[in-house]
Nanobody, 122 residues
Framework: QVHVVESGGGLVQAGGSLRLSCAASGRVLNNGAMGWFRQAPGKERESVAG???????YYAESVKGRFTISRDFAKNTLSLQMNSLKLEDTAVYYC????????????????WGQGTQVTVSS
């Protein structure tokens, strides 16, 4: 069993920054990928960023150049630095653990956190 907890969400003005954190414990695979997804009201959950066990990264086109994913393998923690936030970044952000990284894309695993709300205001 894997326990995943996100933190760091909040309210920020457009153009501002937030840093999300995720802590995973339990059966976290050493060679598993980790990533961030988000879900806005009325929309499907979408992949935002992912990182493989060797540090390869994936970003959705909508966040490239603005978001940076990083991972501490020793602590099983994941971070997402979000800069130049836009109104359309408003969503609940979910951390995903034990995913797969293949052909430059991140594929979700079975383990999710409860989500953290990010709200960007004008």
């Amino acid at each position: 069993q894997v326990h995943v907890v996100e933190s760091g969400g909040g309210l920020v003005q457009a153009g501002g920054s937030l840093r999300l954190s995720c802590a995973a414990s339990g059966r976290v695979l050493n060679n598993g990928a980790m990533g961030w997804f988000r879900q806005a009201p009325g929309k499907e959950r979408e992949s935002v960023a992912g990182i493989s066990w060797i540090g390869s990264t994936y970003y959705a086109e909508s966040v490239k150049g603005r978001f940076t994913i990083s991972r501490d393998f020793a602590k099983n923690t994941l971070s997402l630095q979000m800069n130049s936030l836009k109104l359309e970044d408003t969503a609940v952000y979910y951390c995903n653990v034990n995913g797969r990284f293949y052909n430059g894309m991140y594929y979700s695993g079975p383990d999710w956190g409860q989500g953290t709300q990010v709200t960007v205001s004008s």
